[in-house]
């Protein structure tokens, strides 16, 4: 047990050396571009003066959501997700697998859960001990559930899912920013260094010449940097840009989320609208800020098809309820969650009477069922 516990302690201490690592180069290329560039080789005022406001700016929002990335704390799934007591002993106990799924479609009837494995059955998660909710995944790394789990990034030493998804695009938005202003503001001095003072040799130098210090290294390397991390940094964001027009995570960009009715690539997808706002929340005043405005609960998700389930009992009228704070209430969803797509909706039986289903909303979809 001891043994296990250390290594789990090494391996906690070892996560945060690819942080570290990213903290120590921003905090170079602080002092690279406002010391060494701005103070020491600029020598127009005015011209320091702006490059000086206009990288802080940068610098404080790179900052900023690069550590609400960090600290936010990946969503877990909540008790009510958890087998019963009763159930729990006998999904234990029993052997068969076809007994245990038996169980789970049974405590599933409740939970507004539907999405399956690759093999139609209950997402279980046996570290855990839940059943998973709709694009809720195991991280091995966190060793957690995670809600709307897109990916570990080793970088941010988090789990990236519902709670800080938002905060992570703006981190790669804001970081690429920050890399191409340097880059863009340091080109010019970079030229003159590289071309007119680089030989040490040379004697006679023009009037104007820059002054062939140390700060010529912290210049040629700067520029360098912030290059690199530029091209690597657009290529994810822009991924990632795509992953939020699509309403998908990384996760269900490799691997189809499977629904009743099979895998569906665009299960989730609503409309680009709708899916940028899922993600940056319905005001737009709040998209470029590190601040929470994420729709959703992280639990239920609107999905661009909406099929009548024998699995989830009577649908008619049918709410999914959770526990908050010791009560029993319907779980409400959100302005965006409330618009399903009920114009793809097909039904192989046909029947006489109209049927309602409410599924997690307050408002129910009709489905007209001709003889």
Known sequence: ????????????????????????????????????????????????????????????????SYWKTIISKPESPSKEFCLPKVDKELYEKEENPEAQQEILKRVAKNLPVYTRTGSGAIRYCDRCQLIKPDRCHHCSTCDRCVLKMDHHCPWVNNCVGFSNYKFFVLFLAYSMLYCVYIAATVLQYFIKFWTLCRRRAIEHCPENHLPDTHAKFHVLFLFFVAAMFFISILSLFSYHLWLVGKNRTTIEAFRAPVFRSGPDKNGFTVGFRKNVTQVFGDQKKCWCLPLYSSLGDGYTFPTRLVNVDSEQGNVEHQTIKCTVDGQTNPRPLSESQNHLLDNDMHSDEQKDSPVNIEVCQPVSITMENES
């Open 1 to 64: 047990m001891a043994p296990s516990h250390a290594v789990r302690c090494c391996q906690r201490g070892l996560s945060w050396i690819p942080v570290i690592f990213i903290n120590l180069v921003v905090c170079w290329s602080y002092y690279a571009y406002v010391v060494e560039l701005c103070i020491y080789t600029i020598s127009n005022t005015e011209e320091q003066v702006i490059y000086l406001i206009v990288f802080h700016v940068f610098f404080f929002m790179f900052i900023w």
